[in-house]
T-cell receptor
Framework: EAQVTQNPRYLITVTGKKLTVTCSQNMNHEYMSWYRQDPGLGLRQIYYSMNVEVTDKGDVPEGYKVSRKEKRNFPLILESPSPNQTSLYFC???????????????FGNGTRLTVT | GENVEQHPSTLSVQEGDSAVIKCTYSDSASNYFPWYKQELGKRPQLIID?????GEKKDQRIAVTLNKTAKHFSLHITETQPEDSAVYFCASMEYGNKLVFGAGTILRVKS
């Protein structure tokens, strides 16, 4: 089954304890992206990757890191989580994402992160 | 960068009535405008999209219209049903290949 898989679904952690949220897609998509969803703010892009070894900042990259060493995986790393990073996180992928070729985003099931 | 404003933030309609959600964007170079539906506790899913060379697109009870001059686009749902209750997000792709989302509209269809 074609899908985007995020883990874990729920995570409660404490301030400063490094964590990684994994994202994997089995559709051979070039484009992958991370969003955070907060009430009243919609989906805000954290980082995105147009292809392997290519990553770029989105609108809210502070406090996050990503890597794209393989096409299928795009982990989100919080080196020193803080309470303001408590949010619902979504990973998404699509075949390509550029002005001349737009394709729908396929979202993962989300990761609800709480930082105390 | 692109800014997308979405209205209203909440919308309640009676089953069978129509619902309209409106979005405005700031980047005149934006060329792709998708709409996503997110049911409670689930992931967003694409329901319809439109490109800048088209003024209107329909898919059964759902339609999207685009006014490039005014830089706004709208989602129209006719004959609403309880299963249409969800959060709806509009989005706009700006020149830098980045998809910018609106803040979302909570649609409640009352039966």
């Amino acid at each position: 089954e074609a899908q985007v898989t995020q883990n874990p679904r729920y995570l409660i952690t404490v301030t400063g304890k490094k964590l990684t949220v994994t994202c994997s897609q089995n559709m051979n998509h070039e484009y992958m992206s991370w969003y955070r969803q907060d009430p009243g703010l919609g989906l805000r892009q954290i980082y995105y990757s147009m292809n392997v070894e290519v990553t770029d900042k989105g609108d809210v990259p502070e406090g996050y890191k990503v890597s794209r060493k393989e096409k299928r995986n795009f982990p989100l790393i919080l080196e020193s989580p803080s309470p303001n990073q408590t949010s619902l996180y979504f990973c998404a992928s699509s075949p390509r994402q550029e002005r001349s070729y737009n394709s729908p985003l396929h979202f993962g099931n989300g990761t609800r992160l709480t930082v105390t | 960068g692109e800014n997308v404003e979405q209205h209203p933030s909440t919308l309640s309609v009676q089953e069978g009535d129509s619902a309209v959600i409106k979005c405005t964007y700031s980047d005149s170079a934006s060329n792709y405008f998708p709409w996503y539906k997110q049911e409670l506790g689930k992931r967003p899913q694409l329901i319809i999209d439109i490109r800048s060379n088209v003024g209107e697109k329909k898919d059964q009870r759902i339609a999207v219209t685009l006014n490039k001059t005014a830089k706004h686009f709208s989602l129209h749902i006719t004959e609403t049903q309880p299963e249409d209750s969800a959060v709806y997000f509009c989005a706009s792709m700006e020149y830098g290949n980045k998809l910018v989302f609106g803040a979302g509209t909570i649609l409640r269809v009352k039966s």
